[in-house]
């Protein structure tokens, strides 16, 4: 387990519904996985929607990328128009939260500034921070397995994906099924620590932000 990461048996300080509440309305919790491609966040996703008592909303990645039109583009056009697709994605998470929905996430932080722009976007004690990991080889089994993934991607995403070394809580899938991570998350939520672990992030990597409250 990454140094810094909390045990499901650590101390609670705070309460699950220990949220940020503006004047005006609740703001929703984000249960924020991530993890490589194949490391299995989007099954976790669809067992936590069954299992969470709460209404939440599951929001993909993958169904920005998908909305987009599928006219050619060159090489030197991709990687703005992916840009600003994560850029649209965070900010469409943090406008559902800000309505008062809960929400699940699945992402990639692959890249600095992603992990960058969520902690400027999202409140960061709504956020669960989940650590969804699975051993690489693994990883390259199921994606030559799934065959609509290129295989080496999770390799390429490894080193990055967790390069911030904090969690509020990880799951392992190669050790649990997508069931048995949903119940751990759903049972770890009435007794999160504070600060959590974007509280943390936001005030070692983002000490230009003002402080949230």
């Known amino acids: 387990m990454t140094q810094g ?8 300080t705070s309460d699950a519904d220990g949220a940020d509440t503006p004047r005006g309305g609740h703001i929703g919790r984000i249960i924020f996985l991530n993890g490589t491609s194949s490391s299995g966040k989007s099954s976790i996703a669809r067992e936590l929607l069954r299992t969470l008592d709460e209404t939440y909303f599951h929001m993909p990645v993958d169904a920005f990328h998908a909305m987009r039109s599928r006219h050619e583009m060159s090489p030197e056009e991709l990687p703005a128009v992916l840009h600003r697709t994560w850029r649209g994605f965070h900010r469409a998470v943090a406008g559902m939260a800000a309505g008062g929905n809960n929400v699940v996430v699945d992402h990639v932080l692959s890249e600095p500034w992603r992990l960058l722009d969520c902690l400027e976007l999202f409140p ?3 956020v669960v921070l989940v ?6 080889r693994e990883l390259e089994r199921r994606e030559t397995q799934r065959g609509d993934r290129p295989v080496g991607l999770a390799a390429r995403q490894w080193d990055q994906v967790h390069a911030h070394g904090l969690y509020d809580i990880e799951c392992d899938t190669a050790a649990a099924g997508p069931e048995d991570c949903a119940r751990q998350i759903k049972d770890f939520l009435p007794r999160r620590p504070a600060p959590t672990a974007f509280e943390q992030l936001r005030a070692k ?3 230009d932000l003002p402080a949230a409250g």
């Not at 990461?5 to 609670?12: A, Q």
């Not at 650590?131 to 690489?136: E, F, I, T």
Request: net charge positive.
């Open 5 to 12: 990461s909390r045990h499901l048996t650590g101390s609670p």
């Open 124 to 126: 960061p004690r709504n």
């Open 131 to 136: 650590g969804v990991r699975c051993p690489l």
């Open 205 to 207: 990597l983002r000490p």
